[in-house]
């Protein structure tokens, strides 16, 4: 048989809306760090009907690797679709063509496995024929196997050297089975100083959230859930794996079909950001006609932008959820010595949280029963009162439109707002504060902070209808506007994460890890104060993933 080389599967954890940019279609961005990583979504119906796009990716990448700066290619899963041995032909011979040319790694999907592709067991017997462990042992990358099975390729690692900083891939089969989560965690565990790309091909879903048991597709719905170590599907990974290790920065899956796109940024266990990737095209027409999704990475200046070419038609796709640039991410070598942060307040709303909140890094508050325990609502609008505050599916959801004084307001606007309100919380001082947030309306969103009592607040505000970041103090009930940008505040619909950090008398407000008025904000009104999520007039607030940790 053929030698091989790898696909290295990254699993990004991003949750969100990002900000878009300009590229370059040719060149890396001018950094001696940046590198690219190509990762392929879902060929199963290239395999089928499209042979000769499926050969177009994988040519395109051997072609322009060095001028790209492509380090590493990840396969996401399904790489055929009925399990077969012509279309397992046709995507041998598509992937061969990087072999000794640049690194990559593969992974089953549920179609490359069982009956005809049914996933009603794990056969993966063709799989392991056309990719073998003994042609990828054979590679500088290559780091090892799920040693239980140390015939088969289903879950494996490989390392490599990019932009100054050891990467390790790490490449799961379709909703891991609970053995093979135990091994993640020893392989990660075991590499310290390397950043983590998990990759696995059912994890997030279209919705910005996790793979649960309440969406379609999900691996307990397939046949291999009732074999011998069962299934996990995103969420569960996130809680017995992902959320564990302060190495882990992203997880990248395919899989989902609808629009085949959903980002999440979540913060791990150790204060750690997690980039959480959806990509997949093969709904499209011609199996998806080829898009790639490149990933850029440049931990010199803590970026990660994100583009989706096809190499097939030559053409990028443009919108928010294929392109995309994160700012401020942690991207270079993991220091050990480094103290953790101390946590003062950590909730993502979801239930299950309980060994973690028991453990010895559990120096904060921490709430396991997946509800609004610790919240305290306070409505201030008096249209459309009162709010509508619950968690659903591990999400805090606002769904009133409550508002005042009228729907022109911009200043002086009455919402609906729940502060936390446990602990020592009123005499935090200084802090981050942290959550994912989203809105499928377009009016005010936002967080308060150093909050004393309704009279006396900071509070930051974005509105996309009326296109400004805004933020305010209140003292005595006075508010005063102490900065503002006119600009759509955010995108519909779409993941963002807003973040303030507040030093004694300096502010800094970040979305998406970009600082949203250039510079410090400098107010010494309030000193201390606990955090609160907001919202106004906006009838489809969604909050998550609160975080505050202490800056001394």
Known sequence: ???????????????????????????????????????????????????????????????????????????????????????????????????????????????????????????TTLYNTYFSVSDFSKTETFGGVYPAEPNKYDNNYHTFNAGGTEWLVLSLEFGPRDPVLDWANE?????????????????????????????????????????????????????????????????????????????????????????????????????????????????????????????YLDQYKTDWQNEFLYTNVELGTPDSNVNPPKYLLKDDFSA??????????????????????????????????????????????????IYAPDVSAVDNRKGTFAYYNKGGAFAWKDYSFSTTLRSTDDDGIGLMFRYQDPDNYYKLELDEQREFYKLFKVVDGVETTLAHVNRPGYIQGANFELEIKVIGNQIQAFQDGINLFEKPIIDDSHSKGTVALYAWGNQNSYFDDVLVTSEK
């Not at 796009?53 to 899963?77: C, L, M």
């Not at 397992?88 to 040319?101: F, I, K, R, S």
């Not at 859930?225 to 302060?246: C, I, R, T, Y």
């Not at 559990?362 to 029963?369: G, L």
């Open 187 to 311: 392989v990660v565990s075991s590499h310290p100083n390397h950043r983590v790309i998990v990759v696995t091909h059912s994890y997030m879903f279209s919705d910005e959230t996790r793979h649960n048991t309440g969406h379609a597709w999900n691996p307990h719905h397939y046949g291999v859930a009732s074999e011998p170590g069962g299934v996990n599907d995103g969420e569960e990974m996130w809680q017995k794996f992902v959320k564990l290790h302060p190495n882990i920065s992203m997880v990248l899956s395919g899989h989902v079909l609808n629009d085949g796109q959903g980002r999440r940024v979540s913060v791990g266990d150790n204060g750690n950001k997690v980039y959480q990737m959806l990509a997949n095209y093969q709904m499209q027409e011609n199996g998806g006609n080829g898009f790639i999704r490149l990933l850029e990475i440049n931990p010199e200046k803590g970026t990660l932008k994100g583009t989706s070419y096809s190499p």
């Open 1 to 123: 048989m053929r030698a091989t080389k790898y696909v290295f599967v990254l699993i990004m954890v991003f949750s969100l809306v990002v900000t878009p940019f300009f590229r370059d279609s040719n060149h890396a961005e001018a950094s001696s760090s940046a590198f690219k990583i190509a990762v392929l979504p879902d060929t199963q119906n290239l395999a089928m009907n499209h042979p000769e796009i499926f050969r177009a990716q994988t040519q395109w990448i051997a072609d322009n690797w060095e001028e790209q700066n492509i380090k590493f290619v990840i396969h996401e899963g399904d790489i055929v679709n009925n399990n077969n041995t012509p279309q397992w032909e046709v995507a041998y011979d598509a992937m061969h063509t990087l072999d000794g040319v640049v690194p990559y790694t593969v992974l089953p999907g549920n179609h490359d496995m069982g009956t005809g592709g049914s996933a009603d067991t794990r056969d």
């Open 352 to 401: 299950g949280e309980k060994p973690y909140c028991k453990s010895e890094n559990s120096n904060f508050d921490c709430d396991d029963e997946g509800n609004m325990d610790g919240w305290t609502v306070v409505d201030e609008g008096t249209i459309s009162a009162p709010s509508k505050w619950s968690v659903v599916r591990g999400e805090v959801v606002q769904s009133s439109n």
